[in-house]
């Protein structure tokens, strides 16, 4: 601190204020448009058995699948139908803001979030209260990579995570 310049002010902390709520985020994924590719890759792969191994991996690689693994794990969320809630958090300390969720988001959320708050800063932070994973956005659904192939929430989950923190946001500066 004795380093820094003295004319530097310290800006004014306001009060902490903090909002908190539990998110119903989506995990079924029976409309997972995924699925019904990742359902013909894995019975055409198994009914492939007599066809050398070389043949039988390029069946899962032309419709997008590095393994049997990631297609049939797709098929099983499919076939599961389930729902999980998420904690979201917004915490605001004078001007500066914060958000939370429990996965990894692509870039594209946070950066709308920045770029709509009513904070001057705000802060988003991945994986803090659980591990739950890719949140892919809608552009990332148009691509067979290894986080669409492996999250567990379904399109449009990452949109409205973003607009639930943005709503959060506006909450804390109304308060």
Known sequence: ?????????????GPIRIKQLQYPA???HTQDHLAPIAREAVELYDASAHLP???????LLDRGFLSRIRAN?????????????????????????????????????PMHIKANTP???TFFMGYCN??????PDKTGFKYSTYEVQNRRFVEGTAEDIGQTHLQMLRELKDN
């Open 1 to 13: 601190l004795e380093a820094l310049d003295e004319t530097m002010v310290p800006a004014a902390a």
């Open 26 to 28: 989506v995990v079924d």
């Open 53 to 59: 191994p070389a043949e039988r991996k390029q069946i």
């Open 73 to 109: 794990s797709i098929v099983t969320r499919a076939d599961s139908g389930q729902t999980e809630e998420v904690e979201l958090n917004a915490i605001a300390i004078g001007d500066i803001s914060f958000v939370t969720a429990p996965f990894e988001l692509f870039c594209s959320v």
């Open 119 to 121: 904070f001057a800063m």
């Open 130 to 135: 659980g591990a739950s994973g890719y949140l």
